[in-house]
C-alpha cells in the first residue's frame, strides 16, 4: 500500500453526517478517481467519482448517516484506469480516519438540482432493498466466461452506471467499470473473462448527474458453468476425437475399494445409493454439485470382440458388474456432459444415464446435450449398430464413462477382484481436467466493446 498523505474530518449536518476529505488530488495525475467511504462496523460505504480538472475542489465533501459517523471511517482513494475502460483494482491506496473532529458544515443544496438528488440520497444511505425500483437488469450468457447485461433505467435521474464485478470466493481483484447512460435500455458486454466453475456477484449502481449519489442498485449473483452452446462446442470435440472404430459392449462395471461394497451390504441393505457429483472432470460442467449419480465404465478390453471390461482399475480392486442393457432399461435417455483428459494421455467423455420424466431427467434437458442411442453418428459414444447390438467407442486411450442417476441394489448383481494401477482409489473431491489440453478446452478470442473513456465524462 503506497503512502497516502490524505486529510479528513467527520462533522455533523442536521440529521447527517459528513466526511471532508481532502490531499487526494495530488495523488490523481489528472485521473478519474473512485472515493469511498467505508463503515468498518456496518459494512455499508458510500462514493463519489470525482474527475481531476484544475478547477476541481480540493476538499471533497461525502454525506454518511449520522449513526456512521460516530464509527471508525475506512476511506480508500482509488484511480479509474482509462485504458480498461474504467477497469481498477481496489485497496490501491488507503487511508483510515479514526476520531471524530467537531466543525460547522455548510448547507450545499442551493438549486433545484440538489436539492431533487439530496432527496434521493436520503435513501440511499439506508439498506440498498429500500432503493424505489428504478431500474432492472437481466443478463445474457451465451458462454460460460462471458456476461452481458441489458440494463434498463426507469427515471432520467440515472446519468451512468457504475458496474462492479467480483470473484466471491476471491475478493480481489474487484473490476469497476463506469459507463454513461446514452438512451433507456443499454446491451452492455461486461469486458472480463469469468473462470468456469466460479462464482461472481455483479452490482449495477445507477449514479446522478454528480456521478456521486447511489439512486438505484441491483445485484446479480451467478456461476460460471457451461451453456448449452459451450456443451455443444465440447460435443463436437469429443466427436471429432472420438473416430469411427467401436466394439460390442455387454456389461457396465464400477470399481471401488471391497470395504465400500462391504459397507453397503451391512448397513444399507444393499442399496448403493446416488450421491453429489463432484469437481472432477471440467470445472463448468452443469452437472457439479447439482446432480445425484454414481459412475460407471463402458470402454472394453483393447482388441475385444466379446465386450470384456478393460482388465485393471484406478478406482479399487472390488468390481461390480451389471448387464448393461438392464441399466438403460432403468434410465434410458442419454445427455452428453463432459471430455475431458488429466495428467495422462487418455480422454474421457461423460454421460448422463436418466429415468424419463424424473428430477434428474428434467434437469439435464434443460442444461445438457440429449444424444439419440440408436444414431452412431450423432452419438459414436454408446450406441445401437444396424444389428441392434449394443457397441461403445474403442479409440484407444478413450474411455467412456457412464454417469447412471438412479439408486441400485447390488445383491443382484456379480463382483470380482481386478487388478489396480495408480492409487488405486477415487480422490475426494475429483481431480479436474487439464486446462492445457487443446483437444478437450474450449478456447475462443474475447473480444469486447468498451463503451466509454472515463476521462470523457464530467462528474
Given at each position: 500500500m503506497a503512502n497516502f498523505d490524505l486529510s479528513a474530518t467527520k462533522s455533523y449536518?442536521?440529521?447527517?453526517?459528513?466526511?471532508?476529505?481532502?490531499?487526494?488530488?495530488?495523488?490523481a495525475n489528472g485521473k478519474t478517481i473512485l472515493l469511498t467511504v467505508n463503515d468498518k462496523c456496518s459494512e455499508k460505504s458510500w462514493t463519489r467519482i470525482i474527475d481531476c480538472r484544475p478547477s476541481t475542489k480540493s476538499t471533497i465533501r461525502i454525506k454518511v448517516p449520522k449513526s456512521s459517523i460516530d464509527e471508525?471511517?475506512?476511506?480508500?482513494?482509488?484511480?479509474?484506469?482509462?485504458?480498461a475502460g474504467g477497469m481498477r483494482q481496489s485497496g490501491e491506496r488507503q487511508f483510515s480516519v479514526e476520531s471524530i473532529v467537531s466543525c460547522t458544515a455548510k448547507d450545499t443544496h442551493d438549486t433545484q438540482q440538489d436539492i431533487l438528488s439530496y432527496l434521493i440520497s436520503r435513501l440511499s444511505f439506508k439498506d440498498v432493498d429500500v432503493l424505489p425500483k428504478l431500474m432492472s437488469v437481466d443478463m445474457d450468457r451465451k458462454?460460460?466466461?462471458?456476461?452481458s447485461l441489458i440494463i434498463t433505467r426507469y427515471t432520467p435521474l440515472v446519468r451512468k452506471w457504475l458496474i462492479t464485478v467480483v470473484q466471491t470466493d476471491l475478493p480481489q481483484p474487484k473490476f469497476v467499470f463506469l459507463v454513461p447512460v446514452e438512451s433507456s435500455m443499454m446491451d452492455f458486454e461486461v469486458p472480463v473473462v469469468f473462470q468456469a466453475g466460479c462464482s461472481y456477484s455483479i452490482d449495477v449502481e445507477g449514479l446522478d448527474y454528480t456521478g456521486g449519489i447511489i439512486i438505484c442498485h441491483e445485484r446479480l449473483n451467478f456461476e460460471a458453468i457451461l451453456t448449452l452452446e459451450d456443451i455443444h462446442a465440447l460435443y463436437q470435440k469429443a466427436i471429432s476425437h472420438a473416430g469411427s472404430k467401436s466394439s460390442l459392449c455387454r456389461v457396465f462395471y464400477r470399481n471401488k475399494k471391497p470395504k465400500y461394497f462391504k459397507k453397503i451390504l451391512r448397513s444399507r441393505g444393499g442399496i448403493m445409493e446416488a450421491y453429489m457429483k463432484d469437481n472432477s472432470g471440467d470445472p463448468g460442467s452443469p452437472i457439479n454439485g447439482?446432480?445425484?449419480?454414481?459412475?460407471f465404465m463402458a470402454s472394453v478390453k483393447p482388441g475385444s470382440k466379446?465386450?470384456?471390461?478393460?482388465?485393471?482399475?484406478?478406482?479399487?480392486g472390488q468390481r461390480l458388474l451389471i448387464p448393461a442393457e438392464e441399466l438403460l432399461a432403468r434410465a434410458s435417455n442419454l445427455y452428453f456432459t463432459d471430455f475431458y483428459c488429466m495428467k495422462g494421455s487418455v480422454h474421457y467423455v461423460t454421460l448422463v444415464m436418466t429415468s424419463p420424466g424424473s428430477d434428474a431427467d428434467r434437469f439435464c434437458s434443460s442444461h445438457l446435450l440429449s444424444l439419440d442411442i440408436r444414431s452412431r453418428w450423432g452419438n459414436p459414444f454408446l450406441f445401437y449398430n444396424e444389428a441392434g447390438k449394443l457397441q461403445v467407442c474403442s479409440r484407444k486411450n478413450f474411455t467412456v464413462e457412464l454417469y447412471f442417476t438412479e439408486d441400485i441394489d447390488i445383491r443382484r448383481y456379480k463382483m470380482c477382484s481386478t487388478?489396480?494401477?495408480?492409487?488405486?482409489?477415487?480422490t475426494v473431491g475429483g481431480v479436474p481436467k487439464n486446462p492445457d489440453c487443446a483437444k478437450c478446452n474450449l478456447r475462443r478470442p474475447q473480444q469486447y466493446t468498451v463503451y466509454a473513456d472515463t476521462e470523457q465524462y464530467s462528474f
Open positions: 449536518d442536521g440529521d447527517d453526517g459528513v466526511v471532508c476529505i481532502s490531499g487526494w488530488k495530488q495523488y471508525n471511517l475506512l476511506i480508500t482513494a482509488e484511480p479509474l484506469l482509462e485504458k458462454s460460460y466466461d462471458s456476461a447439482r446432480l445425484n449419480g454414481l459412475f466379446t465386450g470384456e471390461p478393460m482388465v485393471d482399475s484406478a478406482f479399487g487388478p489396480i494401477f495408480g492409487k488405486g482409489h477415487s
